[in-house]
């Protein structure tokens, strides 16, 4: 299983950071849940959410209102959308296949190579 | 949400000997715990599941332990490309919260 990201490197202030991530070696239309983390100097990794192939989607609270994570099945490959960016979005973000083993939370068992994403003028 | 606190921030091991990583949950998440690896510029690796199962490829020099609050990954010989960031994780409660990374390098 593989997932490689890609999208744009620099972001304007107020902004929308677009990224894209491709799933090659496996089917997004399993069980698995399909995720986006970010990696920030200042909160460490934290997850901002995850979709199903069936459309259903949770958002991290602290995000959601600029969130809009979307899948397109037919290239197997799923999207993030962070509207009105400012610097302290300035971040790694990852893509992760998210897997529940049991438990209300998911682990992360594949994750994309990561792109760094700087919000700036 | 559960907050984790991982320590030391950074572990000075040389090669050949042991590290041992401590992961400590702001409540009880029973065995709900996963370590990742993370080097650099890649994609991070998911080392330990469940507390203590090693994940499919994973040496057996990795191993983890605890339950509840308290939890230790352990490396038994530290290889050259053992050095790198460690992180846990809980996913015992919606959402996943990571801890904040211990720096593993030569001492």
């Known amino acids: 299983v593989q997932l490689q990201q890609s999208g744009p490197g620099l972001v304007k202030p107020s902004g929308t950071l677009s990224l894209m991530c491709t799933v090659s070696g496996a089917s997004l239309i399993t069980h698995n849940w399909w995720s986006w983390v970010r990696q920030t100097p200042g909160k460490g990794l934290e997850w901002i959410g995850e979709i199903h192939h069936s459309g259903r989607i949770n958002y991290n609270p602290a995000l959601r209102s600029r969130v809009i994570i979307s899948v397109d099945k037919s290239k197997n490959q799923f999207s993030l959308k962070l509207s009105s960016v400012t610097a302290a979005d300035t971040a790694v973000y990852y893509c992760?296949?998210?897997?529940?083993?049991?438990?209300?939370?998911?682990?992360?068992?594949?994750w994309g190579q990561g792109t760094v994403v700087t919000v700036s003028s | 949400e559960i907050v984790m606190t991982q320590s030391p921030a950074t572990l000075s091991v040389s090669p050949g000997e042991r590290g041992t990583l401590t992961c400590r949950a702001s409540?009880?998440?029973?065995?709900?715990l996963a370590w990742y690896q993370h080097e650099p510029g890649q994609a991070p690796r998911l080392l330990i599941y469940g507390a203590s199962i090693r994940a499919t490829g994973i040496p057996a020099r990795f191993s983890g332990s605890g339950s509840g609050t308290e939890f230790t990954l352990t490396i038994s010989s530290l290889q050259s490309e053992d050095f790198a960031v460690y992180y846990c994780q809980q996913y015992n409660k919606w959402p996943g919260t990571f801890g904040q990374g211990t720096k593993v390098e030569v001492k």
């Open positions: 409540q009880s998440i029973s065995f709900n």
């Open positions: 992760a296949r998210a897997e529940f083993i049991g438990a209300v939370g998911a682990l992360f068992d594949y």
